[in-house]
């Protein structure tokens, strides 16, 4: 659910402007932004660890 949830997330920067993730003009959104997906990340990467479930870095 949370990998569905961010690919939405993720796909609304195509329809709006306002909510990509990178916005070159504001800094700190887009950091704050960053800083959800590389939190996003890591509760995928260790639920499939605990599952024992391997999963490419890049795709």
Known sequence: ELSKQFHNYWSLGNIDYKKKIVIS????LTNARLYLINNIQIILKDGLDILKIEAPEEM
């Open 25 to 28: 003009n504001n800094k700190e």
